[in-house]
């Protein structure tokens, strides 16, 4: 049975790509090249991929998380 490993995430302007670049204090990317800026957070489960909605603050995107982890633990676990 495989282990579900559900966290938060930033993701750039498409809300669809994570953004794992390293950025400044003010949130602007460091290496702009490389990375377009950061929308927000969301949920990265290792069994949806991305899901839920962009929260623009992190918080919110942790209690989402919370949320997400409850569902799957409701769910019965299959081998
Ligand atoms: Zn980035
Ligand atoms: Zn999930």
Same mark, same amino acid.
């Given at each position: 049975?495989? *282990?579900?490993?559900?966290?938060?995430?930033?993701?750039?302007?498409? %809300? +669809?790509?994570?953004?794992?670049? &390293?950025?400044? @204090? /003010? $949130?602007? @990317?460091?290496? &702009?090249?490389?990375?377009? =800026?950061? *929308? $927000?957070? *969301?949920? #990265?489960?290792?069994?949806? $991929?991305?899901? =839920?909605? /962009?929260? $623009?603050?992190?918080? #919110?995107? +942790?209690?989402?998380?919370?949320?997400? *982890? %409850?569902?799957?633990?409701?769910? @019965?676990?299959?081998?």
């Amino acid at each position: 049975m495989a *282990r579900i490993s559900i966290k938060v995430v930033a993701v750039h302007e498409d %809300s +669809d790509s994570i953004c794992e670049h &390293p950025t400044a @204090p /003010t $949130g602007e @990317p460091r290496d &702009p090249s490389q990375c377009t =800026g950061r *929308r $927000g957070y *969301r949920i #990265n489960c290792t069994h949806c $991929g991305l899901t =839920g909605d /962009t929260h $623009g603050i992190r918080s #919110n995107a +942790d209690s989402a998380c919370q949320t997400h *982890r %409850s569902e799957h633990a409701a769910v @019965p676990a299959t081998t």
